[in-house]
C-alpha cells in the first residue's frame, strides 16, 4: 500500500490521508457505474434497444421529472440522447432500472430501503451500490481503516461479483497505483451524484409537502363551506416555508460545481448597527471554528437554523451582524455571512486585514470531511476571479493572498475577548498545510494534533474524554 497521497490539479486540491479511501472511490465509480449499466441494459424489455426504450418511455421520464423524483440534469442527460452513456452516473442507471427494465426483471423490489441480506437480485444490488456511495460521501477519509475499510470493501467486493466483475478487475483496483487525476475525478464525482440526489428528495419532498397543503386547503374549504351553512366560522392558518436547501445556488465555476447560498437563502437579518466597507481586494483569509457556538451540520437545513441562531447571538453580544464574512457547512455548501462587502466582526480588531471563513463544527481533534474541505477550497480558487456576493468580475482576494488560522494570527476572539489556540482546529490546519496559500508563520500559538496525527483512533480517543 502507498503512503498518503497528493492530488493537487488546478480546480480542487483533494488530500486524501490514506489509499484505502482513493481506491475504494475509484473501484466503485469505475466499476460500479459500468456494472450498473450492464445490468439496465440486460434487463431491458425484449427485442428493444436502450435508444427505443428512451424513446417510448419519455412520457414516464417526463413526469418522473416533474414530480420532481428526475432532476433537470439528469433529464437533459437522457433527451435528447446522443447515444452516449459515459454521463450516466449510478444515481441516473437505478432510476433507469426502477422506470424502463422489464416489468418481470423487477418484481417485488422495494425501491425505498435498504436490501436485506438474503436479498440478492440484481436491482438489490443497484441498490446497495448507491448506498455505499453514500457512504463514501460521508466518512472522512482518516476513518476509513482498519474493521471499517475491510468491512466496506468486503460488501463493494461481493456486490460487484454478483453483478459480473471478475476478481481479477477488482485486485487490479485495490493493488494497482493510484492515477492522482482519476482519483480526484472519482472523489467529485462521489461528491457530485449525492448532492443531486439530496437536492431532488428535497424537491419531492417540498413538491409532496405541497401538494398535501393543496390538499388540506381544498378539503378545509369544504369543511368551511359546510360549517359557515351552519355558521361555525373556520379559520384555516397554514405555513407555506419553503426549505432553505432549496435557495442553494448551484454555480459553474472554471474549476467545478460550487454551491453557494446567499444570506436572503437563510433568512438573514439586516445588520442592526453600522458596518465598515471591506477594501479589497483582501491579502488575507482567517480560519475559523464555530465550537464555541455551533456544532457539526450536515443537512442544510440544520445548517440554516444554525446560522439564524449564530446571528441572533451576535445580536446578543452587541455586534452589528454574523460574524464572519463567509462560512463552510458540512453538506458541502459554502454561505454568505456578513459578505464581502462588510468587515467581518470575528475578532476584536484587525478584522479589516482579513477576510474570515467559519469553518461550522469543532475540530479541535476532528477531522473535517472531505467535502467540507473542497468546498473550501473551490471557494476559495473562485474568488479570487469573481464575488459571488455580487456574482461580478470583481476579486476579494488578492493573487499573492496568505491562509492563516486563527490560532496563527494572535488575536483576541470576538465573543470571549481571548486567543483560541484550537480554532480553527487540528484537523483543519493538518488539511490546509498542504495548500499553496497556506503561511507557515506564527504555529507556535496553535494547539495541533502533534503525534496523534499519525493515529486518527488515538486522536478519536482524546477527542472524546
Same mark, same amino acid.
Given at each position: 500500500m502507498e503512503s498518503e497521497e497528493e492530488i493537487s490539479t488546478n480546480s480542487y486540491e483533494i488530500r486524501t490521508n490514506n489509499p484505502n479511501y482513493s481506491r475504494m472511490a475509484c473501484l466503485l465509480i469505475q466499476e460500479g457505474t459500468r456494472c450498473a449499466q450492464e445490468a439496465v441494459l440486460m434487463h431491458l =424489455?425484449?427485442?428493444k434497444t436502450f435508444v427505443q426504450t428512451l424513446s417510448e418511455k419519455k412520457k414516464t421520464m417526463t413526469d418522473l421529472k416533474r414530480q420532481r423524483i428526475m432532476s433537470d440534469n439528469q433529464y437533459d442527460e437522457l433527451y435528447p440522447f446522443n447515444g452516449d452513456t459515459s454521463r450516466i452516473d449510478i444515481s441516473l442507471w437505478l432510476i433507469l432500472a426502477r422506470y424502463i427494465t422489464a416489468t418481470k426483471s423487477r418484481n417485488g423490489i422495494d425501491w425505498r430501503k435498504s436490501p436485506e441480506t438474503h436479498e440478492v437480485l440484481w436491482a438489490h444490488d443497484l441498490i446497495r451500490l448507491k448506498e455505499i456511495r453514500n457512504f463514501l460521501f460521508h466518512v472522512s477519509a482518516p476513518e476509513l481503516v482498519g474493521e471499517k475499510f475491510n468491512e466496506i470493501r468486503s460488501e463493494l467486493v461481493r456486490v460487484l461479483r454478483r453483478l459480473g466483475t471478475s476478481d481479477q478487475v477488482i485486485n487490479d483496483h485495490m493493488s494497482r497505483d493510484l492515477d492522482p487525476q482519476q482519483t480526484k475525478l472519482s472523489v467529485l464525482q462521489i461528491r457530485e451524484q449525492y448532492m443531486e440526489d439530496q437536492n431532488v428528495l428535497l424537491r419531492e419532498a417540498a413538491e409532496h409537502k405541497k401538494h398535501t397543503r393543496i390538499l388540506i386547503v381544498v378539503l378545509s374549504?369544504?369543511?368551511a363551506f359546510v360549517l359557515i351553512s351552519i355558521s361555525v366560522p373556520v379559520v384555516t392558518y397554514f405555513d407555506w416555508k419553503v426549505p432553505c436547501s432549496a435557495n442553494v445556488q448551484r454555480l459553474q465555476t472554471g474549476s467545478g460545481i460550487l454551491y453557494y447560498m446567499p444570506r436572503s437563502g437563510w433568512n438573514a437579518a439586516p445588520p442592526k448597527d453600522k458596518t465598515y466597507p471591506l477594501k479589497k481586494p483582501v491579502n488575507i483569509v482567517a480560519l475559523f471554528d464555530t465550537a464555541v457556538i455551533l456544532d457539526d451540520c450536515?443537512?442544510?437545513?440544520?445548517c440554516c437554523d444554525q446560522l439564524t441562531y449564530l446571528q441572533k447571538i451576535a445580536f446578543n453580544d452587541t455586534l452589528p451582524d454574523i460574524p464572519y464574512n463567509y462560512l463552510i457547512g458540512n453538506d458541502g455548501v459554502v454561505y454568505e455571512g456578513c459578505g464581502s462587502q462588510s468587515e467581518g466582526h470575528a475578532t476584536w480588531s484587525r478584522n479589516s486585514k482579513f477576510l474570515s471563513i467559519g469553518m461550522m463544527g469543532n475540530f479541535a481533534c476532528a477531522w473535517p470531511s472531505d467535502t467540507t474541505m473542497m468546498a473550501l477550497y473551490a471557494?476559495?480558487?473562485n474568488i479570487t476571479n469573481f464575488d459571488p456576493s455580487e456574482m461580478t468580475a470583481k =476579486?476579494?482576494?488578492?493573487?499573492?493572498?496568505r491562509l492563516y488560522g486563527e490560532c496563527q494570527l494572535n488575536v483576541h476572539n470576538a465573543k470571549h475577548n481571548k486567543t483560541f =489556540?484550537?480554532? =480553527?482546529?487540528?484537523g483543519v490546519m493538518y488539511k490546509i498545510r498542504f495548500w499553496n496559500h497556506w503561511s507557515k508563520d506564527n504555529t507556535t500559538h496553535c494547539n495541533l494534533f502533534g503525534d496523534c496525527l499519525k493515529s486518527y483512533v488515538c486522536c478519536r480517543q482524546i477527542h472524546h474524554t
Open positions: =424489455p425484449e427485442r374549504l369544504l369543511a450536515r443537512l442544510t437545513e440544520d471557494f476559495l480558487e =476579486p476579494i482576494l488578492s493573487d499573492n493572498y =489556540p484550537d480554532s =480553527p482546529g487540528g
